[in-house]
T-cell receptor
């Protein structure tokens, strides 16, 4: 039972480079989320999706794009990385209408450094 | 908008000490409340939850009671262990739309033997 899997686990980018973070879940969850975690800031929502083919902006969407072409995958893209995007990125998922009672299932994170 | 405020860390205690981590929230309606724990190098794990006023969530010796009158959800444990060292996050879910979780800033707890 893999749960939520994030790849890669670590990455170092140069300013201006692009990359895609992959989140895959095998629980048939409808809802998926991308958060970033920064010291003293907690977790802030970047983008989220309530189903295949849908995406929406969260609290801090600038500089990121997302896609959800398949229900099990949620991709987070950085088109032109900036040092301010150095962070730990977490993906999470949930059944529709289950968040209230059960919260999210989180991946183990991707630590991204932009130099 | 919805928000969660946690006591600032870091918090350092000796083994077997009593723990309280304060959490207060601002929300419209009746949110569900959660505590998550993050051990070093790992993702967040649900520790406990409460879905309505006066509910008490509990797990692994930790407890928190949903206090609507004081908009609080303080985390407590009677006797902490070294293995409880982690970062603790308070969060709420507002039950609307995509039911997004809003997190506090996290409190780093270190337990010394």
């Amino acid at each position: 039972n893999a749960g939520v899997t994030q790849t890669p686990k670590f990455r170092v980018l140069k300013t201006g480079q692009s990359m895609t973070l992959l989140c895959a879940q095998d629980m048939n969850h409808e809802y998926m989320y991308w958060y970033r975690q920064d010291p003293g800031m907690g977790l802030r929502l970047i983008h989220y999706s309530v189903g295949e083919g849908t995406t929406a902006k969260g609290e801090v969407p600038d500089g990121y794009n997302v896609s959800r072409l398949k229900k099990q995958n949620f991709l987070l893209g950085l088109e032109s990385a900036a040092p301010s995007q150095t962070s730990v990125y977490f993906c999470a998922s949930s059944y529709e209408a289950a968040v209230t009672n059960y919260g999210y299932t989180f991946g183990s994170g991707t630590r991204l450094t932009v130099v | 908008g919805n928000s969660v405020t946690q006591m600032e860390g870091p918090v350092t205690l000796s083994e077997e000490a009593f723990l309280t981590i304060n959490c207060t929230y601002t929300a419209t309606g009746y949110p569900s409340l959660f505590w998550y724990v993050q051990y070093p190098g790992e993702g967040l794990q649900l520790l406990l939850k409460a879905t309505k006023a006066d509910d008490k969530g509990s797990n692994k010796g930790f407890e928190a009671t949903y206090r609507k009158e004081t908009t609080s959800f303080h985390l407590e444990k009677g006797s902490v262990q070294v293995s409880d060292s982690a970062v603790y996050f308070c969060a709420l879910s507002d039950r609307s739309g995509a039911q997004k979780l809003v997190f506090g800033q996290g409190t780093r707890l270190t337990i010394n033997p």
